[in-house]
Every structure is written in structure tokens, then in C-alpha cells.
């Protein structure tokens, strides 16, 4: 499996965030998307997902699921965690696995710590857990390909543990994970990409 | 179609945890009902005439207090995203969303109605055709509703907004709604021409609407 990349080009609101880039990116490999705030990190991810359609060039996933777009095969986790504040930490997790078609909730609640927090509603949740809530979606749903946003955010050192092992876990099956992040994610991706300095127009 | 019942699933089970839409809408629908004859003083026999007419516009606008939330949590909360890179295409996830804001709206205000119509000495043979006319049209209503709640996500205060919007897309649906009972209550017009037209109307409409809302949503998630 390749995700390739090709002449990428990003417009918002008439300016150009960036243009002409290329990547490859095969199966198990991280990529870590760097860059100063407005250079287009969460454009770029929006864009994998399919938010965002490309100014120019084309994005392509060899070797994946052809009948599906792209999107249906990427996890996309965004600023926002997605999750339901009246339903319960497991009701939340089962309308996923109902919905995207996804495997076990014990398993996907072990990974991100959430067992002793099942039957709690979501809206009583602190900041860091309700993360974990979102991020449990990636051991939840298989999907090979993974768009992480600053997937750290709120969490603490002993959570971010649990991120970590799940990115390195879902990289060594043979997976790709695209990540931006400002704060080391304390996994070691074999590639880098820098984005530009934001601004050019 | 599992993904497509366990959207609308999840969409009447949050509708109920919440609560508030449902008593909403339906405390409002009695209050307009309930204070349009303090205003209109008490003669029966104009009340009975206007009742069709009351029922229907006090129906839609209490509809309408609660269409805006159709898309509006799952758009704040980052849900529609996810959504959006399920197995479901937008305009299905519209249908959805709006199939449960049916059930949990549309077929309450449908239920309290009649009872309402007691209060405006509605003409007794005409109890059965409210109803009817009110299962037909509220899909309709509901389907409509999402369609502007889509194309006015994201903005402050949509609200209003939604209401100018989806109000004068409404006006169809009340014509042959009130049509309809009249042609019961006084003829002479035959009932079942602005019935059929009535169904023809929503019909129309749940194809049509979910294709619409899905573009608006697209350029929501851009």
C-alpha cells in the first residue's frame, strides 16, 4: 500500500497555503507534519479526509480499497472529539462500531484507559478524557490510514503513553499515520515534513 | 442500512436523553393554540371556521423551533466529521437526521393535534383528515427543515435566519394541508385532489431535500 501525493495545491479564501507538494508515503511508515501555525498542517489533513477538495494535483492510495473514497479508510481526528456529552462513554463507542463497522469495545477502551469510566455519561468527562474518548475511535475502527491533528492535546504524560503505543502499534501492522504536532508525540516517524512559513500569497 | 438505522437510532436516543426539543415544541404548540382565541374572543363558529388554518401555522412554527438542531450539535461537537467518512453518503446521513427529527418531533405535534382541536371547536368529522393530513405533511416539514438547518450551520445566529428560509418552502405544504381538511369541514372542492397533491408534495420533497442538504453540508465541511 502507497499513499502518493502529487503537485498538492491548497487555496483558502484566495490565498495560497501551499502548492506543489509531493509525498509518498508507504505502508508502515509516520509521517510528522511540522510547521509554524497557518502553514497548512490541518488544511492538508482536511484535504486527505476529503473536506477540503485540492486546488490542483491528486491524492491516491495505492493498493487500497478502490470502491471507497479515500476518506472512508482514514481516521480523522481533528480539533474536536466527536462525542456525544448524554450518552455514555460505552454508548458512544457502540454507535461507532454500529455506524463506521467497527471491532471490539473492551479492546478499544483497554487501549486509551477507559474502563473504569464505561458507563459514565461523556459530558462529565474532564478535557483529557473526553480525548481519549475521541481517540479510542482509532482502536475501535480499523482503518489503514490515520490524519492526526495535534492528536495530543490535553492529554497528560501517562495518557499520551497510550497515543504513542497505539500509533506505534497501528505503524508496525502496516499502517500509515500522518501526524501534526507541535509537542513530540514520543514516537519515532520515519519521515518529516516541513511546511512553509504561511503568509505567501 | 445498519449505518443508516443506527444514525437515526442514535438520533431518537439523544432526542430523548436531552429531552428539551420534544417539550419544547410541544409546550409551544399548545401555547399559540391556547391564547390565539383569548385574542380572537369567544365565537365558536368563527373558531371552528379558522381552526384548519390555526392547527397548521401554530404546527409549523413550533416545527420550526427545533429544526435547527438537526445538524447543529453533531457540526459543533466534530460528530458530523466523523460522520461524514463513514460508510453513508451525505444525503443519506440527511434522510437520516431527518427521518428521527420526524419521529421524535413531527409525530408528537401529529398526536397532540387533535386534542389541541378541541380547544377551537374543531367540526367532529373533521378530526380524522387533521390527522392524516398532519402524518402526510409533517415529513415534509421535517425534510425541509434539515435542508435549511444544513445551509445554515456554522453561522451565529441561524436561527432567524433558518425561519426566513424554510417558512416560505412551508407555504405549500400548509396550502393543501388546510385544503384538504376544509374540503371535509365545508366542501364543496373534493378532498382527495389537495390530499394526493399533499403526498405528491412530501414525496417529492424527501427525494429532493436530502440532495440539497448534502451539498450545503459539503460546503459546511470545507
Known amino acids: ?201 | 442500512m445498519k449505518a443508516f438505522t443506527s444514525l437515526v437510532a442514535r438520533d431518537l436516543r439523544l432526542a430523548w436523553r436531552e429531552g428539551g426539543a420534544i417539550s419544547t415544541a410541544l409546550g409551544f404548540y399548545l401555547v399559540v393554540v391556547a391564547i390565539l382565541p383569548l385574542g380572537l374572543g369567544p365565537d365558536l363558529n368563527l373558531l371552528a371556521r379558522i381552526a384548519p388554518g390555526i392547527l397548521w401555522v401554530a404546527l409549523l412554527l413550533a416545527a420550526l423551533l427545533s429544526v435547527d438542531r438537526i445538524f447543529h450539535n453533531d457540526h459543533e461537537d466534530g460528530t458530523l466529521e466523523i460522520i461524514a467518512l463513514g460508510p453513508l453518503p451525505l444525503e443519506l446521513v440527511a434522510a437520516a437526521k431527518a427521518t428521527a427529527h420526524w419521529i421524535s418531533i413531527g409525530i408528537p405535534l401529529t398526536l397532540a393535534a387533535p386534542i389541541l382541536a378541541l380547544l377551537l371547536n374543531l367540526p367532529a368529522n373533521a378530526f380524522w383528515v387533521l390527522v392524516l393530513t398532519m402524518a402526510t405533511g409533517t415529513p415534509a416539514i421535517s425534510f425541509l427543515g434539515a435542508l435549511g438547518a444544513a445551509l445554515t450551520l456554522g453561522l451565529g445566529r441561524g436561527g432567524l435566519l433558518l425561519a426566513l428560509l424554510i417558512l416560505p418552502l412551508y407555504a405549500p405544504v400548509l396550502i393543501f394541508g388546510v385544503a384538504a381538511m376544509n374540503a371535509v369541514i365545508t366542501g364543496p372542492s373534493p378532498f382527495l385532489s389537495s390530499y394526493l397533491i399533499l403526498c405528491a408534495i412530501t414525496l417529492a420533497t424527501i427525494v429532493l431535500a436530502p440532495i440539497a442538504s448534502a451539498a450545503a453540508l459539503r460546503l459546511n465541511l470545507n
Open chain 1, 1 to 201: 500500500m502507497k499513499l502518493a501525493l502529487k503537485d498538492l495545491k491548497c487555496v483558502r479564501g484566495g490565498r495560497t497555503v501551499f502548492e506543489g507538494l509531493s509525498l509518498n508515503v508507504r505502508d508502515g511508515t509516520g509521517v510528522e507534519l511540522t510547521g509554524p501555525n497557518g502553514s497548512g498542517k490541518s488544511s492538508l489533513l482536511r484535504m486527505l479526509a476529503g473536506f477540503i477538495p485540492a486546488a490542483a494535483g491528486h491524492i491516491h492510495l495505492e493498493g487500497g480499497d478502490n470502491d471507497v473514497s479515500l476518506g472512508e479508510q482514514c481516521h480523522y481526528v481533528g480539533h474536536l472529539n466527536g462525542v456525544k456529552r448524554a450518552l455514555s462513554v460505552q454508548e458512544n463507542l457502540a454507535f461507532w462500531t454500529e455506524y463506521l463497522g467497527g471491532g471490539e469495545i473492551e479492546s478499544a477502551l483497554s487501549a486509551f484507559d477507559l474502563e473504569n469510566l464505561s458507563h459514565i455519561p461523556a459530558g462529565l468527562l474532564s478535557a483529557g478524557q473526553a480525548r481519549r474518548l475521541g481517540l479510542a475511535r482509532l482502536a475501535l475502527v480499523h482503518r489503514p490510514v490515520w490524519l492526526l491533528d495535534e492528536p495530543s492535546v490535553s492529554l497528560d504524560k501517562g495518557s499520551r503513553k497510550f497515543l504513542s503505543t497505539a500509533i506505534a502499534s497501528h505503524i508496525k501492522a502496516g499502517g500509515i499515520v500522518i501526524a501534526a504536532t507541535h509537542a513530540p508525540l514520543g514516537v519515532k516517524f520515519a519521515q518529516s515534513l516541513k511546511l512553509g512559513t504561511g503568509g505567501r500569497s
